[in-house]
């Protein structure tokens, strides 16, 4: 499936010397399930109890989202940054123009126009690749929202549209629970962004203990340092967790249940790294289990059934 996304990135960087295939609409749909299910690996978990077009919509705008980031940021990707920008640039015009650019996309131009989704969602995500290819670290938790706003809201905003219960009052709980789930793969690959020059941290907290962010990438935070770094980026996480606790109530149906669960995994990872402690700054990426999918599991249909 590696080979899949790769032809679809190289093809959209360089189409002369990737041709692309010849893909029906259903055919798309079939290949973004596929992908979904490849490489997210909580996708038939949390999207099991949808309706089939629910989910064909769900994997149609991952996959985008999924290409997108492998061009800005697979390192293993032969493109240079300038092929790189001009693939998000390309990916960019033809969402706002319907253009075939890569047949995968007749799935997602099917997804827009059933779920009434505007380009405006996937141009925001553009934002964010972009500011990917010339990463820089955040001076403030304002500078990190703005990415998160570009990075993670509008997938909410998507899979509202998706359930056709999208509304303006409940933005603000949805953005609160994506910029959450953002922060936490943030503080997962803690260790493994340190080795490639990405601070997520902001330069806010590292400067209040007395750290640079070249103190992080060459590992000279003291433990007492880390302490206090984790204790704020927690605790910020928290803060977005609390304020997107009302939003599973304010859906209906199935999507509650979906939403009781995203917000169950969630909340059990700031657990397991709350847990981890300092390690985060050395360890693997921290991971849920078996065990911590049947407790979210348990948990959420308990709630959905109150």
């Known amino acids: 499936m590696e080979a899949l996304l790769d032809h679809i990135a ?9 041709p ?12 973004c399930i596929t992908v979904a299910q490849s490489h997210y690996e909580n996708f038939p978990v949390v999207s099991f109890f949808l309706r089939r077009s629910e ?22 990707l032969p493109l240079t940054t ?33 779920y009434q989704m505007p380009p405006s969602i996937f141009h925001r995500l553009l934002i964010a690749f972009r500011y990917d290819l010339d990463f820089r670290p955040f001076p403030s938790w304002k500078q990190l929202r703005w990415y998160c706003h570009h990075s993670a809201d509008p997938v909410g905003e998507a899979v509202l549209l998706i359930a056709r219960q999208h509304r303006r009052s409940i933005l603000p709980f949805s953005d609160a629970l994506c910029t959450a789930l953002q ?7 803690l260790a493994a962004d340190r080795q490639r020059r990405r601070c997520y941290i902001p330069e806010q907290v590292l400067s209040a203990v007395g750290a640079s962010v070249e103190d992080f990438y060459h590992q000279r935070l003291t433990r007492s340092q880390q302490h206090h770094i984790l204790k704020q980026v927690l605790g910020t996480t928290q803060f977005f967790l609390n304020k997107a606790a009302i939003l599973p109530a304010l859906l209906t149906g199935r999507w509650r249940l979906f939403l009781r669960l995203i917000f169950g995994g969630a909340s059990v990872m700031v657990e397991k790294l709350q847990a981890a402690g300092t390690h985060l700054f050395v360890a693997d990426r921290i991971l849920l289990h078996n065990r911590d999918f049947l407790r979210i599991f348990t948990n959420g249909i308990k709630r959905w059934a109150k």
Do not use: C, G, K
Request: charged share 25%; net charge negative; no cysteine.
């Open 82 to 114: 300038s092929q790189r920008l001009a693939a998000l640039d390309r990916l960019e015009t033809a969402i706002a123009q319907r253009q075939p650019v890569h047949p995968f996309l007749e799935a997602v131009y099917d997804t827009m126009e059933r």
């Open 10 to 18: 190289l093809h959209i960087a360089v189409p002369d010397a990737h």
């Open 20 to 31: 692309a295939p010849q893909w029906t609409v259903r055919e798309a749909y079939r290949h």
């Open 55 to 76: 989910r064909r919509a769900l994997a149609a705008f991952y996959t985008f989202a999924r290409v997108a980031d492998d061009i800005a940021d697979r390192p293993d």
């Open 183 to 189: 922060l936490i793969n943030f503080w997962q690959d």
